[in-house]
T-cell receptor, first 117, second 108 residues
Framework: GAVVSQHPSRVICKSGTSVKIECRSL??????MFWYRQFPKQSLMLMAT?????????EQGVEKDKFLINHASLTLSTLTVTSAHPEDSSFYIC?????????????FGPGTRLTVL | GQQVMQIPQYQHVQEGEDFTTYCNSS?????IQWYKQRPGGHPVFLIQ?????EVKKQKRLTFQFGEAKKNSSLHITATQTTDVGTYFC????????FGTGTKLQVIP
């Protein structure tokens, strides 16, 4: 149980284009999902907290107009990287918290490797 | 802001040797979680500790939460090649912060 999927797993795009990443909780409902960014050999950096039915909460230094988050249902959150540039290339990982569970136990998706040319 | 540091950053051990990673938070934690991330993979939840001084075991893995709830440790007994990966701790009251991670390499 507690499986989280991400799509796509890998994407290569040209500079200036937008990329949408989907995060789905497959066998449970998630009122809260988190979006992280991980650079090579580094830890996970929280970008934003996505709450179903409300606006996402962004961490300091994360541009909300560049990283659009939509949590339309209890099983789906999307992250759209708008007008992507090479410095946006990274490993993006989402996680979901089981509804009713403790906020701190997160189930991670497999991640999306974004490369912007 | 809250900082969570882990030491060591890297550890190479011979297969069969023990391994320990330490997690230290700048603030008191309500609870702490440990995750393992294999190379090229995503973090996988291992365990959560809640009580001060709590000790939990999972086969060869022993997890401990400090009395002051500001530090934690993960100890692996008799490492195996399957233990290779980066171990992260995480914790926080309203916002979860991940530790810097300890990368474990096991030499066969």
């Amino acid at each position: 149980g507690a499986v989280v999927s991400q799509h796509p797993s890998r994407v290569i795009c040209k500079s200036g284009t937008s990329v949408k990443i989907e995060c789905r909780s497959l066998d449970f409902q998630a009122t809260t999902m988190f979006w992280y960014r991980q650079f090579p050999k580094q830890s996970l950096m929280l970008m934003a907290t996505s709450n179903e039915g409300s606006k996402a909460t962004y961490e300091q230094g994360v541009e909300k107009d560049k990283f659009l988050i939509n949590h339309a249902s209890l099983t789906l959150s999307t992250l759209t990287v708008t007008s992507a540039h090479p410095e946006d290339s990274s490993f993006y990982i989402c996680s979901a918290v089981l509804a009713g569970g403790t906020q701190n136990t997160q189930y991670f998706g497999p991640g999306t490797r974004l490369t912007v040319l | 802001g809250q900082q969570v540091m882990q030491i060591p950053q890297y550890q190479h051990v011979q297969e069969g040797e023990d391994f320990t990673t330490y997690c230290n938070s700048s603030t008191t934690l309500s609870n702490i979680q440990w995750y393992k991330q294999r190379p090229g993979g995503h973090p996988v939840f291992l365990i959560q500790l809640v009580k001060s001084g709590e000790v939990k075991k999972q086969k060869r893995l022993t997890f401990q939460f400090g009395e002051a709830k500001k530090n934690s440790s993960l100890h692996i007994t008799a490492t195996q090649t399957t233990d290779v990966g980066t171990y992260f701790c995480s914790g926080g009251y309203q916002k979860v912060t991940f530790g810097t991670g300890t990368k474990l390499q096991v030499i066969p």
